[in-house]
């Protein structure tokens, strides 16, 4: 069982930028692939990034340049960095884990808003 504690959501002016957090324990952090979702108002959830546990990452393309998706063993954390941020990334935005042994174990966590203002 994975449990995954995110924070660093707020508000924040058009062009600013935030860093969200997620913790997570339980597991062994090393098997876990990780991913950032985000639900907007009225859209579905959607894939935002991915790193794998071997560093690799994948960007939805809104995001590609803006958005740095890392990962810290030590601390068995995945960070989101959000730069140039657009009145379009305002959702809650979840963490996600995925055990590449295990791919039926998937877990989330609770959301944190992310509030883009014009």
């Known amino acids: 069982q994975v449990e995954l504690v995110e924070s660093g959501g707020g508000l924040v002016q058009a062009g600013g930028s935030l860093r969200l957090s997620c913790v997570a324990y339980?597991?062994?952090?090393?098997?876990?692939?990780m991913y950032w979702y985000r639900q907007g108002p009225g859209k579905q959830r959607e894939l935002v990034a991915t790193?794998?546990?071997?560093?690799?990452?994948n960007y939805e393309d809104s995001v590609k340049g803006r958005f740095v998706i890392s990962r810290d063993s030590a601390k068995n954390t995945v960070y989101l960095q959000m730069n140039s941020l657009k009145p379009e990334d305002t959702g809650v935005y979840y963490c996600?884990?995925?055990?590449?042994?295990?791919?039926?174990?998937?877990?989330w966590g609770q959301g944190t808003q992310v509030t883009v203002s014009s």
């Open positions: 339980g597991s062994v952090f090393s098997l876990l692939a």
């Open positions: 790193i794998s546990p071997g560093y690799g990452t």
């Open positions: 996600n884990a995925r055990n590449v042994r295990v791919p039926s174990d998937e877990f």
